[in-house]
């Protein structure tokens, strides 16, 4: 696994590698396109520019941006607890909603409730977010009366405020992302339900709240958890049309600002942190599947 | 019959297509170890998971009655049924692997719900846990109950299946195929503990197998059942000693190859248990049947031939 | 419990069938240019003369919504065709093709997939351009990983069966064996991959011109029509409802005709 993810890695920073056309665009003229390149050091030939990168990577240096004039790195990790926080948040939201949601649902099958989560997952596939965002930002202007616009708060000044400044971005994130979440949570309730260590644990004489709740679930847990797992790195790329409606500087919106400044190093550097973030965060999901949820698999994968 | 701990009475199941039991009826009295046997396929299992309300999705009761200590328990629903049913029998399941969560540890599938019951701690329970897997000729107990099911040898697997089915005191015990599925040596000695705990604990007993021999070391009464229904019943020296019906001699004859040496003459019972038009009251066994006559082909009766023995065949 | 044609395949196909309609219909007729300006008639509501209104610069936004329903929905086929196309055959590829060269074709795929979808997709569509085709051709990009997963984990299934191994020892050439013994067993599953895809296309294809990275103006597209109306919100929330509500009912649509093939060939859970 860890290999893998090495693999995957190096893929990825191979692209990068053509950031070069990225930053310049196909509409720019011969004359810019030297001026820019000799700028960058691209003239250079293309290994020794991609050894250097990567030699100023090890120390965490991720280069110059060109637009804000500012070190890559100081850019993102200012506007990295934005997103993480916009990601952590709605995820857990998604989490709660799709736990509760998609037992019930098992549970109770074919009942109203299961209809209802169902609703809600062809909904959540179907609601483009940033219509969705346009509907809120609507309803919270004109029916609780507060203006998102522009009224960023940042986590340093007021938690409260910061949390009530990206409220309707976690509403919209969390919707897109419960989901997916919920028909899996069903899906692998009813699974584990259909099991015969489950009718068994019945018959021994253990109440059917416990047979769900400490049975059933602990074997149901792991596919959701794996997903959440993917959900979070991709939410750490994902959130830029969400944060670009409601005007908040994270992550997302300095990547769709560079790309559209042409800011070659800002991109690259956001690229390749992001990138790492989804290695680390699918290593960090394969640990607490193997340690927390499924002890048994690091020994059923040495058979 | 107040002493009747379990009555099964003419008890139909279907699935969409067609009959699966048609009219079993069946009694285990205080005390009493009856076995269940005949071929796979022909519907013992299905007669514990209706008893047990564990029956597949598209199957379903069509008529009959099952009394439990007096309480239909084909009615009851929900918490009713767990508490007049479930705590009250122990049940040890045929295929371990599948009746144990494999991802929790066997100490606390072996104790949550005793201590849900009883209201005990945990420790209460564990110590019970493991003085009862003692009993079951089990060591390292402190090993094995914080173990998970995958890490265990079949044998030990099935030693905690029947400690659940203990862990009660319910005083009434049900198996199904206690004895398949392992090796010969593990079979002797699940067998042996069988025996162990019937002399120590005088406990009633379903037992439903197809293992003879074993059948014959423990039950004190015998069903046996053919194509979804009871073909012959009584004490467990009748059904070996004098069995009526060809299908019961023809289980015995199998059964006895074991002890007896490859060469001689086999009985073959050739073909398949019969699926369908099993509500039929005509013989469903004759189309395999060795000694058939031109009354094979008539509605049956259920015939007495002592007290105890009934069989149902013309012969 | 499964019906062969559940509700979600009739309410897919209907939807589907609707927005297909308006889109052909778009290339014969709309009731307006849908690129006129108006400016005296900016802003209107429905009426009988513009049955859903006008945007900020007059364009009868009935007509506007008829195009941009064909644009992505062709846009949304192009890309899911070539995209699945390129997967399948790359999931072919490896799943015929020795140990080494396997592994890096599914290495190249999992990275294409492990990577935030929007943030590989702006970089594809920065790199590429702006407009219809380098969208397309991001969103096609984005659609390979799926389809080479799918398709190779089926091939790889439907090789350990009899039929294809007795196939195999007969000498039966490969082209054949792909097209006559492979594909078949798989095209049910393809197909249910298909049309959900086409879905999600159509969603990365607005949310591209949503950021102002898709088709440009002055064509209309769905995306862009709600971004535009982003701008009025708070004056005029009208603007918002005819793009969001089409562009819901086109994805809406393609996930319930998805989950009724699915439910169709009798696949496990709904």
């Known amino acids: 696994m860890l290999l893998v993810s090495i693999i995957t890695f190096i893929a990825l920073s191979v692209i990068p590698g053509n950031a070069a056309l990225i930053a310049l665009g196909t509409e720019a003229s011969a004359a810019s396109l030297d001026a820019v390149s000799s700028d960058l050091g691209l003239d250079q030939s293309f290994s020794s520019r991609l050894f250097s990168y990567y030699k100023g990577l090890l120390s965490l240096d991720f280069g110059t941006s060109s637009y804000f004039g500012q070190d890559v790195w100081t850019l993102i990790l200012q506007r990295l607890p934005l997103t993480v926080s916009l990601a952590l948040l709605s995820l857990l939201a998604a989490f709660i909603l799709s736990m509760l949601l998609g037992c019930a649902a098992a549970i109770y099958r074919e009942s109203f409730i299961d209809a209802f989560s169902r609703i809600i997952v062809q909904l959540s596939a179907s609601l483009p977010s940033f219509w969705l965002s346009l509907l809120l930002l609507l309803f919270a202007s004109r029916v609780l009366g507060f203006s998102q616009a522009g009224s960023y708060v940042s986590m340093s000044e007021s938690i409260p405020l910061f949390l009530k400044s990206i409220s309707l971005a976690v509403i919209v994130l969390a919707v897109g992302e419960s989901g997916p979440l919920l028909r899996i949570v069903r899906i692998s309730m009813i699974g584990a339900m259909e099991e015969d260590w489950f009718t068994a644990c019945q018959v021994k004489g253990l109440s059917k709240r416990k047979a769900v709740f400490s049975y059933a679930l602990r074997s149901a ?66 640990l607490l599947l193997r340690v927390v949820i499924n002890p048994l698999s690091a020994s059923e994968d040495r058979k | 019959m107040p002493d009747n701990i379990l009555t099964i009475d003419n008890l139909y199941v279907e699935d969409t297509s067609t009959a699966i039991l048609a009219g079993v009826s069946l009694c285990v009295r205080k005390g009493e170890r009856v076995a269940l046997v005949g071929e796979s396929g022909c519907g013992k299992t299905m007669t514990l998971r209706t008893l047990l309300h564990m029956l597949p999705e598209d199957v379903r009761i069509r008529s009959g009655s099952i009394l439990f200590k007096g309480t239909d328990v084909l009615s009851l629903k929900g918490r009713k049924r767990r508490d007049l049913l479930y705590r009250q029998l122990g049940f040890a399941g045929q295929n371990t692997s599948e009746n144990l969560h494999p991802l929790l540890k066997v100490g606390r599938q072996l104790t949550d719900f005793y201590r849900e019951i009883r209201k005990c701690s945990r420790a209460e329970a564990l110590e019970r846990a493991e003085k009862l897997l003692v009993s079951l000729s089990l060591d390292d107990t402190s090993r094995i109950l914080s173990s998970y099911p ?44 069988y025996l162990k705990i019937a002399q120590e604990t005088h406990m009633a007993m379903l037992l439903v197998s197809h293992d003879l021999s074993f059948v014959r070391k423990l039950a004190d009464r015998v069903y046996v059942m053919y194509a979804g229904k009871i073909v012959e019943e009584g004490l467990a020296g009748e059904i070996f000693s004098s069995p009526c019906h060809p299908y019961t001699k023809a289980l015995i004859a199998l059964s006895d190859i074991r002890n007896k040496s490859r060469d001689e003459d086999l009985d073959e019972l050739g073909g398949y248990v019969p699926r369908d038009g099993r509500d039929d009251p005509r013989c469903a066994f004759l189309s395999r049947c060795a000694s058939s006559c031109a009354e094979c082909t008539k509605p049956l009766e259920y015939r007495k031939l002592s007290r105890t023995h009934y069989v149902r065949c013309v012969l | 419990m499964r019906k062969r044609f559940s509700f979600s395949l009739i309410a897919g196909i209907v939807l589907t069938g609707l927005i297909v309609l308006l889109s052909l219909i778009s290339v014969f007729y709309t009731p307006y240019d849908g690129e006129a300006m108006d400016l005296m008639n900016r802003f209107s509501l429905p009426s009988a003369e513009h049955l859903l209104g006008t945007d900020h610069f007059g364009r009868d936004i009935l007509s506007r919504v008829m195009d941009a329903c064909r644009r992505a929905l062709s846009g949304g086929l192009l890309s899911v065709t070539l995209g699945s196309l390129l997967g399948i055959m790359l999931g072919l590829a490896a799943s015929l093709s020795g140990r080494k060269t396997r592994e890096l074709l599914m290495r190249f795929t999992d990275a294409l997939a492990a990577f935030p979808t929007i943030l590989m997709a702006l970089m594809l569509a920065a790199a590429l351009g702006r407009g219809l085709l380098p969208s397309v051709a991001a969103i096609c990009i984005y659609m390979i990983p799926s389809f ?25 050439p490969a ?3 792909i097209l006559f013994h492979l594909l078949p067993p798989l095209l049910s599953r393809l197909l249910t991959q298909l049309t959900s895809s086409i879905g999600s296309a159509v969603l990365l294809e607005s949310s591209l011109s949503f950021l102002g990275l898709g088709i440009q103006p002055p064509s209309s597209s769905l995306g862009m029509m709600l971004s535009e109306a982003r701008n009025y919100i708070l004056t005029h929330p009208y603007q918002a409802v005819p793009s969001g509500v089409v562009l819901m009912i086109m994805l809406l649509g393609f996930n319930l005709l998805g989950d009724g093939i699915n439910n169709m060939f009798g696949d496990r859970h709904a």
Not at chain 2, 152 to 173: C, D, P
Not at chain 2, 175 to 180: G, H, I, M, Q, V
């Open chain 1, 221 to 286: 847990l792991s596919a959701p958890v794996s997903l959440m797992g993917l959900q979070l790195a991709k939410l750490l790329g994902g959130t830029a049309i969400v944060e670009s409606i409601f005007a908040l500087p994270g992550l997302g919106r300095l990547f769709l600002t560079a790309v559209e400044m042409r800011d070659l190093n800002l991109v690259q550097g956001i690229v390749i942190f992001v990138s790492f973030a989804v290695v680390m965060m699918n290593l960090l999901t394969d």
């Open chain 2, 150 to 193: 995958g890490e265990l040898s079949g044998g030990m697997r099935q030693r905690v299946s029947i400690a659940i089915a203990l862990m009660n005191e319910t005083g009434f015990l049900i198996a199904d195929e206690p004895t398949s599925a392992l090796d010969a040596a593990v079979r002797v000695q699940i067998e042996d503990l």
């Open chain 3, 148 to 172: 080479s997963r799918l398709t190779l984990s089926m091939a790889d299934e439907a090789r350990s069966r009899l039929y294809i191994k007795a196939a195999v020892s007969y000498n039966v």
């Open chain 3, 175 to 177: 082209r054949r064996l």
